[in-house]
């Protein structure tokens, strides 16, 4: 069974991540969201998305780590690029998206989320942008999409510097997410507010969200974002961030 399938609920295209435990974002997971995006907003029959999780506990728990590790070392950029590409996909989608974060976006999972221009969040869950507790950086254009959701800087500051997995209430009072409800309410309400916003004057709708995310879709942001990755991945404290996360134990960052 595909890690990500579609339907249609009327006007709705919903995209539906079903890979447990934590729904980790392979390549092949990464690619279909992002054909999946793309597919939408060129569906004229469509006129509003959805990104949700079938798996109890989480959104994503991002990029599937083993996976990368498997792939020969001149590949290994590739899942973040896809990431990338699946993320700006959902950002230049010209119809209303809708996350509906049942569980916690981690990582990858948070990126994906911060793709769609609404996020519903479940009040036992958490988001994280944590990329340094493993040697990477979230790169610039994350950083500044990060900064621009966000009514708080000390939150980003503390999520983006230390890590810091942040509530569904904290999240909710910095503005990155739009309304918190019961994990079992999310899906629901997420398709239902969809479903008014796919009563949005279409062309209206995209012209301002284009305006909205401009500074974000811009391509020498992204260029450099991309530079950026692969200059720190492929030095040691990445190297053992990753085999930390790996192996589920602290890393080591004396000597890198």
Same mark, same amino acid.
């Given at each position: 069974?595909?890690?990500?399938?579609? =339907?249609?609920?009327?006007?709705?295209?919903?995209?539906?991540? !079903?890979?447990?435990?934590?729904?980790?974002?392979?390549?092949?997971?990464?690619?279909?969201?992002?054909?999946?995006?793309?597919?939408? !907003?060129?569906?004229?029959?469509?006129?509003?998305?959805?990104?949700?999780?079938?798996?109890?506990?989480?959104?994503?728990?991002?990029?599937?780590?083993?996976?990368?590790?498997?792939?020969?070392?001149?590949?290994?950029?590739?899942?973040?690029?896809?990431?990338?590409?699946?993320?700006?996909?959902?950002?230049?989608?010209? &119809?209303?998206?809708?996350?509906?974060? !049942?569980?916690?976006?981690?990582?990858?999972?948070?990126?994906?989320?911060?793709?769609?221009?609404?996020?519903?969040?479940?009040?036992?869950?958490?988001?994280?942008?944590?990329?340094?507790?493993?040697?990477?950086?979230?790169?610039?254009?994350?950083?500044?999409?990060?900064?621009?959701?966000?009514?708080?800087?000390?939150?980003? &500051?503390?999520?983006?510097?230390?890590? =810091?997995?942040?509530?569904?209430?904290?999240?909710? &009072?910095?503005?990155?997410?739009?309304?918190?409800?019961?994990?079992?309410?999310?899906?629901?309400?997420?398709?239902?507010?969809?479903?008014?916003?796919? &009563?949005?004057?279409?062309?209206?709708?995209?012209?301002?969200? =284009?305006?909205?995310?401009?500074?974000?879709?811009?391509?020498?942001?992204?260029?450099?974002?991309?530079?950026?990755?692969?200059?720190?991945?492929?030095?040691?404290?990445?190297?053992?961030?990753?085999?930390?996360?790996?192996?589920?134990?602290?890393?080591?960052?004396?000597?890198?």
């Amino acid at each position: 069974m595909s890690a990500l399938t579609a =339907r249609d609920e009327g006007p709705v295209r919903v995209l539906t991540l !079903s890979n447990p435990p934590g729904n980790t974002l392979s390549l092949e997971t990464l690619e279909a969201i992002r054909a999946g995006a793309e597919e939408a !907003s060129a569906a004229s029959g469509v006129r509003a998305l959805v990104l949700e999780s079938s798996v109890d506990g989480y959104f994503s728990s991002g990029l599937d780590l083993n996976g990368l590790m498997d792939l020969p070392e001149a590949r290994r950029q590739e899942p973040f690029e896809a990431l990338i590409g699946a993320y700006r996909a959902l950002l230049a989608c010209p &119809k209303p998206t809708v996350a509906a974060l !049942s569980g916690s976006a981690i990582l990858g999972g948070w990126i994906v989320a911060m793709g769609c221009d609404w996020r519903l969040l479940g009040a036992g869950a958490k988001v994280a942008l944590s990329e340094i507790r493993a040697g990477l950086s979230p790169t610039s254009g994350l950083i500044a999409r990060l900064s621009s959701l966000s009514s708080d800087p000390r939150v980003v &500051k503390e999520m983006v510097l230390r890590g =810091r997995m942040v509530g569904a209430e904290d999240a909710l &009072k910095a503005a990155l997410v739009d309304e918190v409800l019961p994990e079992a309410e999310v899906r629901p309400a997420a398709l239902a507010l969809a479903r008014r916003l796919a &009563k949005s004057p279409p062309r209206a709708f995209a012209d301002v969200k =284009r305006a909205l995310n401009a500074q974000a879709a811009d391509e020498a942001l992204w260029s450099r974002s991309l530079r950026e990755f692969h200059d720190i991945f492929a030095g040691g404290e990445a190297q053992e961030g990753v085999a930390a996360l790996r192996a589920k134990r602290r890393p080591r960052w004396e000597g890198q």
